[in-house]
Every structure is written in C-alpha cells, then in structure tokens.
C-alpha cells in the first residue's frame, strides 16, 4: 500500500497569505497525484490533477507541482472561501489512498 | 454534467449487509470508471473500490473479503454490497465518477451500523 503523509496537520491563515501543503509518498508514483477540497457537509471537489494539471472552473490561485514522492498544493492569495479540508490522492497504484488531509482555518 | 446520486437505508444493522445504489444522470455510464469511497464521521477518505462498465473490478484489499461493486448499464446505475457490517463500517458513502482519478462525486449518504 503506497501511504500519503500530509503536513502539516492544519494551518491557521489570514486571508491573502499564501498557503502550502505538501504530500509525500511512501514510494515514487510517477505524477499520478490529485488533490481534493473538502468543505464541511459537502463531497470533495478536483482540485488538480496528475500533480500540476488545472481543473476547468478552479480558481488560478490554486495550484499544484511535484513528482516521483513530493508534492505540493499552493494556495496564492488565500481567500475566506478556501477554509476546507484538502486530501491528496494517488491513483499510481492499483490500491488508491488518500492523504490524511490538512485542514486550513482562516484567521 | 454528469450527476451521480446514491441510495439506500441510512440504517443497518451489525452483522447485516449494507447496500447502496448510485444513480448516474447526464450521462452514460457506458465508460469510465465508477468507483465508491467513505468517510467515517469527523476522519479521512477511505476508497473501497471501482468496477469498470465492462465489470471489471478493483477493490481495497482490506475490505475485499466483504465488497462486491456491480453495474446495471440498463439503469444507469452502479451498486455497492458490504457484509457483515460492524460499527466501524460507519461513514457517509459517496459514488464517484473516475477517469483517472474520482473526478465527479455524490452528495454522499450516511450509513449507520447500529442495533
């Protein structure tokens, strides 16, 4: 089982400060890595795709690189709507997982 | 754009099997991957498994003794069978669309194991 390791856990931010969050793998998994808000009571939402991929109707602000076992969600201008849980997810492997996720609260 | 709802009974109890249904609209279910995830109340994603239309399936090793995913392509519909169900199979349950990756997703419906 490839496991994701988010950090960190949770981050308090004040609005328009850039926020970033990274994800590794427990093994390399090529660029085949995704990444998922989550706001409270509703279903997660594409972020980006295969690593740095933009998702049509995602804000610019949100982005995305990394390769083999490191990755990275930036959040440029952090914005009072972007409080929400963000997962990372791998489909490298025939066992998808997800990251524990990163909760990120607004100041 | 496609939108993909799921069914079943909110309640199930222990040693039950739970059954859920998601209903595919906007478009075919003829492709693609259909995959199902969870969610314990308050933790992480959990992904449980995908069956491709053709019925070829893919499942989370440690839930593979108790899952079966199946598609009625006739429906537009696919469906998840979990057995002998405990608390800790508590969790909302979302249906998803995948190419690639789960991209289209259900509002999830939450399924409570308890007596």
Redesign the interface.
Known sequence: EIVLTQSPDFQSVTPKEKVTITCRASQSIGSSLHWYQQKPDQSPKLLIKYASQSISGVPSRFSGSGSGTDFTLTINSLEAEDAATYYCHQSSSLLWTFGQGTKVEIK | QVQLQESGPGLVKPSETLSLTCTVSGGSISSYYWSWIRQPPGK????IG?IYYSGST?Y??SLKSRVTISVDTSKNQFSLKLSSVTAADTAVY?CAR?D????Y????TLVTVSS
């Open positions: 992480g994603l959990e992904w995908y893919n989370n090793p979302y995948a690639g990756m789960p991209r997703w259900g509002q999830g």
